[in-house]
Structure formats: C-alpha cells, structure tokens
C-alpha cells in the first residue's frame, strides 16, 4: 500500500522569503499523481500544484514549484516571495493510476508566515 | 469557473439521527469522491462513485451508505449518528478525461451533539 509522510508538523517564515515544504512517500507503482493542496483556516481545500511522475520536468506554477525526485520518492514544495495569504496547512497527496483512485494523504504541514 | 457545491454548509445534529450531506460536481464531472476530515487530521476516504456506479470504497462506517444520481449529483447517507461522527465532510468531482485531479467543494461541517 502507498503510503505519504510528511515531517515537519509546522513550518515558519518570514513575509517575502522562501520556504520548502517537504513530502516522501511510498509506492510499488512507476505512474502516478503526486499534488499539493492548500488548506487555509476557513478549511477550503484548494489545489496547489500537480505532478504526474512520468515527467521529469518539476512542475510550477507562479510562486510554486516543486523540487520532484522519483527515485528518492521525494516530493517537496518550494514557496517563493512567501506572502500572508499563504499561511495555511498544505497536504502533499498521491493518486494511483490503477484502480483505486482515492488520494493518499500526508498528515500536513502547518505553515506560518511572520509578518 | 463553476466549483463543487455542497450542502448544507453546516449541520447540528442530535445522537442517533441522520443525516443527508449533498454534493453537486462540477459541470461534465463524472466522478464525485467523499473524504471525511476530523479536527487536526489529514482527509479520510469514504467512498468514490463514477458514472452512477460505486468506483472505490474507503473507511466508510456501515452506518453510512451513499448515491450518485443520473444527474451525477451525490448524496451521503448517515444514520445513527455518533459524537465521533463530528467531521469536515468534503465532496470533490473529477473528470474521466483528467481523472487525475480532483477538486474539492468546501466542505460540510456536522457537529453531533
């Protein structure tokens, strides 16, 4: 079974810099999604990024991007120019291509942003 | 762009009622996909339906029992309601066409008292 971990309970930066956000998981699979989700306090769950594992190009968008190493099975997340906004909870998840098409769930980052 | 919907937003409910949770996908979405997330912890899966059809099956209590209808609606059934049944109940809808993404509506809030 696949498994997600994430091991930084909470994470803090300063407005304006950068953060990494880190996610490893466990999988048996060759394809398969990998995505994070942001979940502000109103507990929205909101899209962040997506990766499909068969690309070998990280995947960005805007201030997001991703750092993906499939063989090392590592998924992280890199926020630039961090901003209030972004402070939040952020799950990493991974998705199969097979048939079970649910998303396994890291246990979330907390992260916070100093003004 | 058109999102998820569920309703209701929130919901009160007393020990041992039930309760009917909906969600609408988003348009030309096929797939709809119930998570329950409690205080504090990552989304559990509960069921999944594609095409009217039950597609895959989590933690689903067997307290709980749930549709998809022609319309591509879903509804989550939840009978005999527990003080642990307090959640965040999410719907998310996907397409077959890019099935790998799924996008979440706001979510149910159900407090059991």
């Known amino acids: 079974a696949q498994t997600v971990t994430q091991s930084q309970p909470e994470m803090s930066v300063q407005e304006a810099e950068t953060v990494t956000l880190s996610c490893t998981y466990d999988t048996s699979e060759s394809d398969y999604y990998l995505f994070w989700y942001k979940q502000p306090p109103s507990r929205q769950m909101i899209l962040v990024i997506r990766q499909e594992a068969y690309k070998q190009q990280n995947a960005t968008e805007n201030r997001f991007s991703v750092n993906f190493q499939k063989a090392a099975k590592s998924f992280s997340l890199k926020i630039s120019d961090s901003q209030l906004g972004d402070a939040a909870m952020y799950f990493c998840a991974y998705r199969s291509l097979n048939s079970n098409y649910q998303l396994i769930w890291g246990a979330g980052t907390k992260l916070i942003i100093k003004p | 762009a058109a999102g998820v919907i569920q309703s209701p937003r929130h919901l009160i409910k007393e020990k041992r009622e039930t309760a009917t949770l909906k969600c609408y996908p988003i348009p030309r979405h096929d797939t709809v996909y119930w998570y329950q997330q409690g205080p504090g912890q990552d989304p559990q899966f509960l069921i999944s339906f594609y095409e009217k059809m039950q597609s895959d099956k989590g933690s689903i209590p067997d307290r709980f029992s749930a549709q998809q209808f022609s319309d591509y609606h879903s509804e989550l059934n939840m009978s005999s309601l527990e003080l642990g049944d307090s959640a965040l109940y999410f719907c998310?809808?996907?397409?077959?066409?890019?099935?790998?993404?799924?996008?979440f509506g706001p979510g149910t809030r159900l407090l059991v008292l």
């Open positions: 998310a809808s996907s397409s077959q066409v890019s099935q790998e993404t799924q996008y």
